[in-house]
């Protein structure tokens, strides 16, 4: 058997979220269907993120055994005949040792939530973004953001079904920027940590919403934080605008 990683772009909305669920779409259900195409008796696969419903995803990782060797463009196109019509598409393949595991040998995840603040329905992006129809204001997320990097307990922003075995994790980073959006104004969160709790993100970009909207002061973050309790948390957005960016391995299997 020979391990292969793959490099997967999605778009969320028709599936229930990466993983498999008994009688419902899924990313892995999908690609192991097209695996299975090539090779009826291949393993499951594993990924880097289980992202949840509507999650986006531009560089999610995954690993496949095939008991016949491929190239990695003939792999690559081979998966995606087979993927089609679904929104799902491997970007690159590269061949990888045994021990490679998408989920284990992660040294970091990053993830990008796109938000826009304009009056007029989103069009062209909806469904991938997420959308609020009064005027956010940069400066005051960004003083709030800063109050989230680092090592800290992040019970305030973790799902209450969150599996993880502690709370505790460090927010590598958390940039916001605004960019010209067509009749408004595009906010993008940029975010890093080597792993994320379950809904870490979204609760933390919903909170920050607040901010921006003047509903909460930028210490309130701190202090929300700081009680280390999910009731003290602001919403939870929408997971529409949230895209799984990209995985760190040390060395990078898809390095040219």
Known sequence: MTRYALKIEYDGTPFCGWQRQSGQPSVQQALEEAIRRLEPDAPGIGAAGRTDTGVHATAQVAHCDLAKPWECFRLMEALNYHLKPLPVAVVAAAPVGADFHARFSAKGR??????????????????????????????????????????????????????AASP???????????????????????????????????S?????????????????????????DRAACGPVCPPQGLYLDGVTYEPDPFAV
């Open 110 to 163: 990053r993830y990008l939530f796109r938000l826009v603040a304009r009056r007029a329905p989103v069009t062209h992006d909806a469904g991938r973004v997420w959308q609020v129809r009064h005027d956010l204001a940069l400066a005051p997320m960004q003083a709030a953001a800063r109050h989230l990097i680092g090592l800290h307990d992040f019970t305030t922003f973790r799902s209450t079904m969150c599996q």
């Open 204 to 228: 933390i970009v919903g909170t920050l919403e607040r901010v921006g909207a003047g509903a909460w002061a930028p210490d309130q973050v701190r202090d929300a934080l700081e009680a280390a």
């Open 168 to 202: 505790v994790k460090t927010l590598d980073r958390l940039d916001i920027e605004a960019r010209p959006y067509p009749h408004g104004t595009e906010f993008r969160f940029h975010l890093a940590a080597r792993s994320f709790l379950h809904n870490q993100v979204r």
